[in-house]
Nanobody
Framework: VQLQASGGGLVQTGGSLGLSCAVS????????MGWFRQAPGQERELVAA????????YSADSVKGRFTISRDNAKNTVYLQMNALKPEDTAVYYC????????????????WGQGTLVTVSS
């Protein structure tokens, strides 16, 4: 199983970035997908998640209205569109896959990507 995240980089405050996570080695449509982030010295936190099969989404309060998660089951890819970025969004962003009922918790995710760094300059 491989989850390959891409799209991170350096952006100024107020800018936008789009992250992608290409998944292989599992039946993508059967998995809930999540984006997590971890800043230096902080715990990993759930940013956004999308359920299967309904496509229902969750966004953390800190990113609600700014970040949008989506998935393309035909391309085995999950996306995170990030707008109006703030310095506090700086972190390593990870995509993850879950078949667990606890799809809003990191412990519910069994497969993780390698992470992509997002840096927002002030």
């Amino acid at each position: 199983v491989q989850l390959q995240a891409s799209g991170g980089g350096l952006v100024q405050t107020g800018g936008s970035l789009g992250l992608s996570c290409a998944v292989s080695g599992l039946t993508f449509r059967n998995y809930h997908m999540g984006w997590f982030r971890q800043a230096p010295g902080q715990e990993r936190e759930l940013v956004a998640a999308i359920r299967r099969p309904s496509g229902a989404t969750y966004s953390a309060d800190s990113v609600k209205g700014r970040f949008t998660i989506s998935r393309d089951n035909a391309k085995n890819t999950v996306y995170l569109q990030m707008n109006a970025l703030k310095p506090e969004d700086t972190a390593v962003y990870y995509c993850a896959a879950s078949q667990n009922v606890n799809w809003l918790m990191a412990t519910g995710y069994g497969y993780w990507g390698q992470g992509t760094l997002v840096t927002v300059s002030s």
